[in-house]
């Protein structure tokens, strides 16, 4: 395989530098295939929303100018008119960091169109896909096609990581399969916050379907700095409320994360919850 394992590339902010070193754009589950365990259940009936102006201005008040900046679905090179648009326009606005674009690698035409229109862009694939693992692998085309691509571009396409957490479709998956997969060695991987394109912070790539009030970090019309505050209060819950939880439990994080039942929940959260129940 021409592809080498894909590693985060993140800026070393100050202490006293707010702003992400990472964020993830979610176009939502819209996509080309259904696999078994994929975590936001994505398929082709899955919901889909462009991206637009208003939205990239409020990332660009999160983000680091040099930060990450992570791009998945479902499948985002099916909206790869929209996405090209995108990356022009943060661009325009200032940023300067390194886009991943995270796929299946079916459409390759479309990926790269998308990875040439910018120097500083890459594509991670979908491991599972890629080599064939648990899922229907990628088509002999497409990986002719990407291979070539990397041979010519080294280092824009790289094989994603193995991982898998039981969250959304892969909750049944795992039990059923006992796959033995890697789960971030068993901890929370503490990812980097989501925007999704209808608008909504939320604070897990991975669960970003599931709309329980500890992962609502606001909206558009929540001040950045108030979204930045709800993050690093997820992260000190993480620490002091869900991984010990887990650990009592002898399960994954992310399987309680999901559903943490009578676990107390941070304070930006109650507000979500009690609209929820009311």
């Given at each position: 395989m021409v592809f080498s394992a894909y590693e985060?590339?993140?800026?070393?902010?100050?202490?006293?530098?707010?702003?992400?070193?990472?964020?993830?754009?979610?176009?939502?589950s819209f996509c080309n295939r259904s696999c078994d365990f994929c975590v936001v259940f994505g398929s082709?009936?899955?919901?889909?929303?462009?991206?637009d102006a208003p939205l990239l201005d409020n990332l660009l008040e999160l983000i680091h100018p040099e930060a990450q900046f992570k791009i998945y679905g479902g499948e985002p090179?099916?909206?790869s008119d929209n996405l090209?648009?995108?990356?022009?326009?943060?661009?325009?606005?200032?940023?300067?960091?390194?886009?991943?674009?995270?796929?299946?690698?079916?459409?390759?035409d479309r990926l790269i169109r998308l990875l040439d229109a910018d120097e500083h862009?890459?594509?991670?694939?979908?491991?599972s896909i890629l080599t064939g693992t648990d899922a229907e692998p990628l088509p002999a085309a497409a990986l002719r096609t990407l291979s070539a691509y990397e041979c010519d571009h080294p280092g824009r396409i790289f094989a994603g990581h193995a991982a898998l957490v039981e969250v959304g479709r892969a909750v049944d998956w795992e039990r059923e399969q006992s796959s033995g997969r890697d789960d971030f060695a068993g901890a929370c991987p503490r990812c980097h916050p989501v925007v999704t394109t209808r608008g909504q912070h939320h604070a897990c790539p991975f669960a970003v379907e599931n709309s329980a009030a500890h992962y609502q970090l606001g909206n558009l019309e929540t001040p950045p700095e108030e979204v930045?505050?709800?993050?690093?209060?997820?992260?000190e819950w993480i620490d002091a409320v869900l991984e010990p939880a887990a650990g009592r439990q002898r399960r994954h994080p992310c399987a309680v994360c999901v559903a943490p039942e009578d676990l107390p929940m941070p304070a930006y959260a109650i507000p979500f919850a009690t609209a929820a129940q009311s």
């Open positions: 985060d590339r993140r800026p070393e902010l100050d202490d006293d530098d707010e702003r992400l070193a990472e964020i993830h754009l979610y176009f939502g082709p009936e899955g919901w889909v929303a462009e991206v090179t099916l909206l090209l648009w995108a990356c022009r326009y943060l661009r325009q606005g200032g940023f300067a960091g390194r886009f991943v674009i995270f796929s299946n690698g079916v459409q390759a862009s890459c594509c991670a694939l979908n491991y930045l505050s709800n993050f690093r209060a997820f992260l």
